[in-house]
């Protein structure tokens, strides 16, 4: 299992595959974020996505599922997020890219309300198969304190 | 058709209106965000939440989609996102809950190395039923300018 006092600043995780799906990529867009270029080929020759692109919406959502398998093989106690720093769309995701993920751990600290947890920033940075970053994203994570009562 | 031109400095927007569906909840976590608070009222009940909460990516999402509804009634020429400055889930967001959306522009800039293409920064802030902030979100966006050569 793994709690706020095994998470420590500095460490680093590389992890996922996560195969992007045509028939994926229209279909949330479709529900969250009809915009052309990421509903059609067509639409998107006309922009400079070049062709069809997943919403950055998407990409953040599959990203999250990545790290959530990541997290749920360790035993993560986590406890969701107070929010992003920073988030990046840095390249366009197309249909038929692998994504995966690195993550850093930036800082970490007790909640002083909530002695059951503590907080942690994660440098997030998502690759294509090319090795190439398509997004990258600083956010805030809760998770679980081993001992309440500890100090560090 | 709303362009570059027709942003300016200090305009809000207040609309939307999006039931979150309990089922659309526990499918958009078994999909992208399997984290057992967005998945049942029982595990939800052991942590902070209470009782089953959105994904925060889920509320990203459907915010996401009144914002391009918002835009398609007004023929906004969107470009896509570069990415968000800071995003924040300040409360949970609970099936039954009704969102709603205000933007507002804090600045905008041309491209320099685009001419059809503008930038600006907007803050959005989504509410309950209950007039409760539940998120913030500073975020940039491109749009197709009406005039490349313009000076503005």
Not at 124 to 146: D, S
């Amino acid at each position: 299992m793994r709690y706020y006092e095994d998470m420590f600043v500095g460490q680093k995780r590389r992890f996922g595959s996560r195969l992007v799906a045509r028939d994926e990529v229209i279909a949330f867009a479709s529900h969250y974020d009809p915009q052309p270029f990421h509903l059609s080929d067509e639409a998107a020759a006309k922009t400079h996505f070049g062709r069809l692109s997943a919403s950055g919406w998407h990409t953040g959502a599959m990203v999250m599922r990545m790290l959530v398998d990541e997290q749920d093989a360790a035993g993560h106690q986590g406890l969701g997020s107070p929010g992003i720093d920073e988030l990046r769309w840095v390249r366009p995701v197309y249909p038929g890219d692998t994504l995966s993920v690195e993550t850093e751990v930036l800082d970490k600290r007790r909640s002083q309300s909530r002695p059951e947890m503590g907080l942690f920033t994660s440098a997030t940075r998502v690759f294509n198969q090319h090795g190439e970053v398509v997004m990258t994203m600083t956010a805030k994570a809760m998770i679980r304190t081993r001992d309440p009562d500890g100090a560090d």
